[in-house]
């Protein structure tokens, strides 16, 4: 499906004339889907993009159809189903209104949708998932969303189905596709998501390996190795290693029994110290070396 006009700054909204727009019934999925009403099937979809690549796909449909097919080959896609009415199934399984369903990138979806159904779906990488939840100070990784499936167990609460179904009717009608926060309505949904499926930190006792402790100390190491000589906060550390600055801080403990701002600090002064005794550096002073691993305080490094 060509989509002309596809922005941040609000929604595109395409009618559905034929069976066949649905393909794109979640935004470059391709699905394969069968009319099993002699009706035509009508209705819209709807598309915003955010934040780098975020993607969100919501649509309406009058008819009976099937879809089955991925909806992503490399992005996780969250959903919600805004109105399913009775005989809503996926994979054969009753499906109502307010469920969340998680898919998995590459994992095959069969669904089964009645007139009137409504749905929202948000797609995005793995990583960049992790470090929206962290930014929440929450997990949300590959263990905690548990593959591909429809959770019955965290349904939206009805307040929050009740707006997303108010802002979606406004889109699918044309009202609100580039209402000034139209490009919040994507953002807020995913948040939402986050916040049903994410859970908090577990915290252990010291001198225990936390799960995934070793995989946030991993990602945030390569990126203090690569950024070593420029400013690094523990914010830019965190979100590079997909945690929060809370979490960050009980990995390194953990893993190197010092805090991320002091292992910088040695990483630096290991780095000061390789220069200064380098044949190859022999003309370098100590403020030569300090300043070039982005160390300001000169005072202080000296003693």
């Keep these: 499906m060509s989509l002309p006009g596809l922005q941040n700054a609000g929604w595109t909204r395409v009618p559905i004339s034929a069976v066949e727009d649905l393909s794109d019934a979640v935004l470059g999925a391709g699905f394969d889907v069968t009319q099993l009403s002699p009706a035509p099937v009508t209705g819209s979809l709807a598309f915003s993009t955010f934040d780098d690549g975020v993607t969100c796909t919501s649509a309406y449909i009058d008819g ?13 896609s969250l959903g ?14 009753e499906t109502a209104s307010g469920a969340v369903g998680v898919f998995m990138p590459g994992d095959d979806h069969d669904a089964l949708y009645p007139p009137g159904s409504m749905y929202a779906v948000v797609a995005l990488p793995a990583q960049r998932l992790e470090e929206i939840a962290a930014q929440h100070d929450l997990v949300l990784d590959l263990k905690t969303l548990g593959g591909t499936g429809i959770n019955a167990n965290k ?15 406004r889109i699918h009608t044309g009202r609100h596709a580039q209402h000034a926060d139209a490009r919040m309505i994507g953002r807020q ?3 939402d998501m986050v916040m049903h499926l994410a859970r908090l930190p577990r915290v252990k006792m010291r001198g225990t390996d936390p799960r995934g402790h070793a995989r946030i100390v991993a990602r945030a190491r390569s990126f203090i190795h690569e950024n070593l000589d420029r400013p ?24 190197f029994d010092e805090t991320p701002y002091s292992y910088v600090q040695m990483l ?3 780095r000061i110290r390789h220069e200064l005794v380098s044949d190859s550096e022999f003309a370098c002073t100590i403020s030569m070396a300090a300043l070039r691993w982005n160390v300001a305080d000169l005072g202080r490094f000296a003693a």
């Design 268 to 270: 630096r002064l290991h």
């Design 80 to 93: 919600v189903g805004i109105v399913m009415p009775p005989g809503t199934r996926h994979w054969l399984n």
């Design 155 to 169: 349904k939206f609460f009805s307040q929050s189905l009740a707006r997303l179904k108010m802002q979606f009717d």
């Design 64 to 76: 009976r159809v099937t879809f089955s097919d991925p909806l992503s080959a490399n992005k996780i």
């Design 232 to 255: 690094l906060s523990i914010e830019k550390i965190a979100s590079a290693s997909a945690s929060s600055s809370r979490t960050l801080h009980r990995a390194f403990l953990n893993v």
């Design 189 to 191: 949904l995913l948040d």
